[in-house]
Nanobody
Framework: VQVVESGGGLVQSGGSLRLSCAASGFTFSSKVIRWNRQGPGKERELVARISNVDSPTYYVDSVKGRFTAFRDDGKNTVYLQMNNLKPEDTAVYYC???????WGQGTQVTVFS
């Protein structure tokens, strides 16, 4: 199993980033996918959850209207489009696949004002 996040970086407040998470070694299409994040001195937080069936994607209130999570099962990749970024979005972002509990190493997002 391999899970690799990418796309993080340093961005000014109001800017955008698109995170990617590519996975292999399991049946991607059967998984529910979570985007989680952990900011400095904070607990890990669920940001978005994408179902493996046709149901709405869940977003934590703080990112609604700014973040969009979507999956491409043909490419075994999940994305997190982040717009209008704020300093409080600074965190390491991880993707997680359920069931199985597969995680990547995370990608750092830093937003400066």
């Amino acid at each position: 199993v391999q899970v690799v996040e990418s796309g993080g970086g340093l961005v000014q407040s109001g800017g955008s980033l698109r995170l990617s998470c590519a996975a292999s070694g399991f049946t991607f299409s059967s998984k529910v996918i979570r985007w989680n994040r952990q900011g400095p001195g904070k607990e890990r937080e669920l940001v978005a959850r994408i179902s493996n069936v046709d149901s709405p994607t869940y977003y934590v209130d703080s990112v609604k209207g700014r973040f969009t999570a979507f999956r491409d099962d043909g490419k075994n990749t999940v994305y997190l489009q982040m717009n209008n970024l704020k300093p409080e979005d600074t965190a390491v972002y991880y993707c997680e696949f359920i069931p199985g509990g597969y995680w990547g190493q995370g990608t750092q997002v830093t937003v400066f004002s």
